[in-house]
């Protein structure tokens, strides 16, 4: 799917898939939220090459039981897609096996949420075993109880004497039997990545680790192309990184290990949290975290909250942190108007800071990864916080690390090399 619009076979290009948004406006999520969710749900649909024609909201107490969105809603969804030619709908939350089947019996269309979206970007960007691995696996795990509905049509086939548990409920027991045993055996092939992972990070030594966190699309694999003068994957689309990279770094002689992970994003199904896990070992074994934030992103705070309830997920929430302000320069771009008196801009900066340096008890930079701003306190920061936690680990090598005191405050400190790739 994500790559028909962009293909090509035989010099014959391949038609656009095409989409419409359905989203709700609850009890539990307001209009300004469900706006939000519906813009990045646009955004995921765009990272999978599908464009999107039209957006519906309703407004309900709580999603309907069989449908999702009420009848009415239904029917003007169903004509629009019959107007336009529209390929898919994609529906912002997770819904149930029965909810898909009655959407797409009514539709005549292919119907997915957010987490089946979700799972077809993971799939086009996986590149590792690993990664693949665990793709299939939350792919398998997802789609295990929706099997019902890919066998309507043999249901609706059924009659006469006999035909009682006909071919389509076999089909779905073999299909369950079989998909059963796929992910049992997946799960199996994942502990054993998971061995020859941990003897890797043995094999690193007495070395501090440093893993990049936060939401997806807020700049941590540019940052890492900062840090450790290499040339990771980084673009303008969700889940840009999926398989996990890891670089050795040194300032002032003082090496340590730096990671960069997958992004997380909210509504997030909890099966591919856990599928993803072994992805986030670089983060769970880190001895700090950086939580990168898109400070010019409008739900920042909302995106910054996700981050932690899924540190918290994992029980990282007492992990040393470090949270990196990133993209400053658009934040001042869509935030301060051009003709804004330079005091002004600067006291509302330094009011922003300090709020911020406050919140975080200190533990906070501000940045503009892309245009090279305050990158240099980004990495003296960096460099003391790793030294301290060698000399308080690692007592016997202080007199070493103290030997490059008189390095300190130097914008570009030490060399940068590749270590290895996970």
């Known amino acids: 799917m994500s790559e028909k619009g962009k293909a090509k076979i035989d010099n014959v290009n391949i038609k656009e898939e095409t989409a419409v948004l359905v989203g709700l406006i609850t009890q539990d999520q307001t209009e300004e939220q469900t706006k939000e969710y ?36 239904l029917e003007e969804i169903k004509d629009f897609c019959e107007a336009r030619g529209v390929d898919l709908v994609l529906v912002d939350d997770e819904i149930s096996p029965s909810q898909l089947r009655n959407m797409e019996e009514v539709l005549k269309k292919k119907v997915l949420d957010r987490a089946m979206l979700i799972l077809d970007i993971f799939a086009n960007r996986a590149r590792t075993v690993q990664a693949k691995t665990q793709v299939e696996l939350a792919q398998l795990q997802y789609m295990l109880p929706r099997l019902k509905g890919m066998w309507s049509h043999l249901e609706r086939q059924r009659g006469g004497a006999g035909t009682r548990g006909g071919a389509g409920e076999k089909e ?4 369950r039997r079989i998909a059963s045993k796929k992910i049992t055996s997946l799960k199996e092939k994942l502990k054993e990545i998971d061995k020859q992972n ?53 300032f002032n002689a003082v090496p340590f290990l730096l990671s960069d992970t997958v992004g997380f994003i909210r509504k997030l ?8 896990k072994s992805t986030l070992d670089e983060a769970i074994e880190a001895d700090i975290l950086l939580h990168v934030v898109d400070i010019s992103h ?10 932690t309830e899924i540190l918290k997920e994992l029980h990282l929430e ?15 771009k869509t935030r301060f108007d051009e003709f804004l008196p330079a005091e002004i801009k600067t006291g509302l900066l330094n009011e922003l800071q300090e709020t911020w340096m ?8 501000f940045i503009s990864a892309t245009q090279n701003r305050n990158t240099a306190d980004l990495r003296q920061l960096l460099f003391q916080k790793v030294k301290q936690l060698y000399l308080e680990r690692y007592p016997y090598k202080a ?21 290895s790739t996970s």
Request: hydrophobic share 35%; aromatic share 10%.
């Open 172 to 175: 779905i027991e073999t299909d």
């Open 38 to 73: 519906l813009a990045e749900l646009e955004f995921l649909a765009l990272t999978d090459g599908v464009k999107t024609l039209k957006t519906f909201v309703q407004k309900m107490a709580h999603p309907d039981n069989k449908t999702y969105v009420g009848k009415g809603k």
């Open 198 to 250: 941990v003897v890797r990070r043995k094999n690193r030594g007495e070395m501090i680790r440093v893993a990049l966190v936060g939401y997806t699309n807020v700049g941590k694999s540019t940052i890492m192309n900062l840090l450790a003068k290499e040339n990771v994957f980084a673009e303008n689309k969700l889940f840009a990184t999926l398989d996990t990279t890891v670089r050795k770094v040194t």
């Open 358 to 365: 406050a919140r975080t008890h200190q533990n906070c930079i």
């Open 318 to 332: 007492e992990k040393p942190v470090v949270v990196i302000f990133n993209k400053m320069d658009l934040y001042e």
């Open 298 to 307: 409008p739900a920042f705070e909302d995106q910054m909250k996700v981050v």
């Open 399 to 419: 007199g070493y690390f103290q030997t490059y005191n008189d390095y300190e405050g130097q914008g570009e400190m030490g060399e940068n090399s590749a270590d």
């Open 269 to 276: 199904p909890h099966h591919l949290v856990e599928s993803f």
